[in-house]
C-alpha cells in the first residue's frame, strides 16, 4: 500500500486550456474525494464517487469541471477551457466506507497554475 | 453539518503538550468531531474523530466537553515535525454524504 498518488503534481497552463488529473486512490477503497484548496484556505469539497457512481457534486463544481471513475478504481477530472480562478491546489482522498466511518487518506495533490 | 470555531494561530514549545480548542456548538446528536492536521505542501492527514467519548490513539487525545459543544485536541509532546494547520470539522455520518467540509484551522508553530 503506497498510499494516494496524483499526477502530475505540477501543472502551469495557458488561460483557455484544457488540463486532466488522475488520481490513484488505496486499493481497496470505495470511496474516492476531489477537493480543492487555494491559497490560505482550507480544501473545499468538489465531488465524490462510491466505486464507479458519482454520488454527489458541489455547485463549485461548473460545467467545465467533469469527473470519471471508470471501473471503480483511478479517477480523472478534468477542466475545459482554464480560467486564472481555476489556479489552485487539486487533492484527491479516498476511503473505505464501512459502518459508516471512513477515515479520508489524501494525495499529495496537484499544483494547477494558470496564466 | 456544524460549523466550528478555532484560533487562527497558537505556538508550543517543542516537547510541551499543545492543547487546540474547537468550539462546535450547534452539533447535533449524531454528528462526530474530527480532526485533520495538514503540514506545509501536503495533503491533510487525519489525526482522530469522536462522539461524546474522549478518545485517544497514537497521535494524539480528544477531549470532548460533556454538553458536546466544543472539544480540545492534545498532542502530548508536541514535536517540530507537529507544526501544521488542524482543522476541527464535525461530520455526521451515515448516508449518501460523504464530503469533508474544512473551515480555515489552526496554525500550529512549534518552536525548539
Known amino acids: 500500500d503506497t498510499g494516494v498518488s496524483q499526477d502530475p503534481r505540477h501543472k502551469i497552463t495557458k488561460r483557455g486550456q484544457n488540463v486532466t488529473f488522475r488520481c490513484d486512490p488505496i486499493?481497496?477503497?470505495?470511496?474516492l474525494y476531489w477537493y480543492r484548496q487555494t491559497l490560505g484556505q482550507g480544501p473545499e469539497f468538489l465531488t465524490y464517487f462510491q466505486n464507479e457512481a458519482q454520488l454527489e457534486k458541489s455547485r463549485l463544481l461548473s460545467d467545465r469541471f467533469s469527473a470519471e471513475r471508470p471501473k471503480g478504481s483511478f479517477s480523472t477530472l478534468e477542466i475545459q477551457r482554464t480560467e486564472q480562478g481555476d489556479s489552485a491546489m487539486y487533492l484527491c482522498a479516498s476511503s473505505l466506507e464501512a459502518s459508516g466511518h471512513d477515515e479520508q487518506y489524501f494525495g499529495p495533490g496537484t499544483r494547477l497554475t494558470v496564466t | 453539518d456544524a460549523k466550528t470555531t478555532q484560533p487562527t494561530s497558537m505556538d508550543c514549545a517543542e516537547g510541551r503538550a499543545a492543547n487546540l480548542p474547537c468550539n462546535h456548538s450547534t452539533i447535533s446528536g449524531n454528528e462526530y468531531v474530527y480532526w485533520y492536521r495538514q503540514i506545509h505542501s501536503q495533503g491533510p492527514q487525519y489525526i482522530i474523530h469522536g462522539l461524546k467519548n474522549n478518545e485517544t490513539n497514537e497521535m494524539a487525545s480528544l477531549i470532548i466537553t460533556e454538553d458536546r459543544k466544543s472539544s480540545t485536541l492534545i498532542l502530548p509532546h508536541a514535536t517540530l515535525r507537529d507544526t501544521a494547520v488542524y482543522y476541527c470539522i464535525v461530520r455526521s455520518l451515515g448516508g449518501s454524504q460523504g464530503n469533508l467540509i474544512f473551515g480555515k484551522g489552526t496554525k500550529l508553530s512549534v518552536k525548539p
Open positions: 486499493s481497496e477503497h470505495n470511496r
